[in-house]
């Protein structure tokens, strides 16, 4: 009980870093790519795909938090605790190709990058994304801490480049609230539409 207590009193700014790591699912290459897409194609027509994934998203942490919460458990260990070793590694097999599937396109969003950003040929820009992987990996050895620290300063400076181009591209918030919380049927007339829809609702 004493060690309970001790666990609910740190401060709030101690579980913040989880909550960085999460933000960056928000932030990745997918996201750009698609939500470039959308703008460049249909200006703030599909702003409310956005809002509604993202409301997804939140009732999914939420609901995954509750699980842990209630039981101690992720959802991992609940899957293989509630149903029989076939069906759990059935869903083990589909969790891990879905992983690998979403995380291809970050993996090659970086590569991308540095290709468009600094030249560097594919080959070797996927060399360096590999490197880039292993060393947060390698920075786990000194604690979780430092791994958290350093997505915040990704998350950050992420951050900043995304005020910046706001105060640059001087968007028209009303028709931002508007179009980001009234759907509109564009979504439903172009096929084109539709797959950039999918892909704001899968990033």
Avoid: C
């Avoid at 939500?35 to 942490?61: C, D, F, K, N």
């Avoid at 070797?124 to 947060?136: P, R, S």
Wanted: hydrophobic share 65%; no cysteine; proline share 4%.
């Amino acid at each position: 009980m004493k060690a309970a207590r001790v666990r609910f009193q740190r401060p709030f700014w101690f579980y913040l870093g989880p909550a960085f790591l999460v933000s960056v699912g928000y932030m990745d290459p997918g996201n750009w790519a698609t939500s470039l897409e959308a703008g460049s194609r249909y200006g703030y027509a599909l702003l409310w795909i956005v809002t509604l994934s993202s409301a997804i998203a939140v009732l999914m942490q939420v609901l995954a938090a509750k699980l842990g919460i209630a039981t101690g458990m992720d959802l991992a260990q609940a899957m293989r605790a509630r149903y029989s070793p076939p069906v759990a590694r059935f869903l083990f097999v589909t969790a891990f190709l879905a992983m690998m599937a979403t995380d291809l396109a970050e993996f090659m969003g970086v590569a991308l990058a540095l290709n468009l950003l600094f030249g560097i040929p594919l080959t070797w820009a996927v060399v360096l994304t590999v490197l880039d992987v292993l060393l947060i990996l390698w920075l786990e050895r000194f604690g979780f801490r430092w791994v958290e620290m350093v997505i915040l300063a990704f998350v950050a400076t992420i951050g900043m480049a995304y005020v910046l181009e706001i105060f640059f591209a001087h968007p028209a918030l009303g028709a931002v609230a508007w179009n980001a919380f009234v759907p509109n049927g564009t979504v439903f007339e172009s096929t084109t539409a539709l797959f950039i829809a999918m892909g704001i609702l899968g990033a």
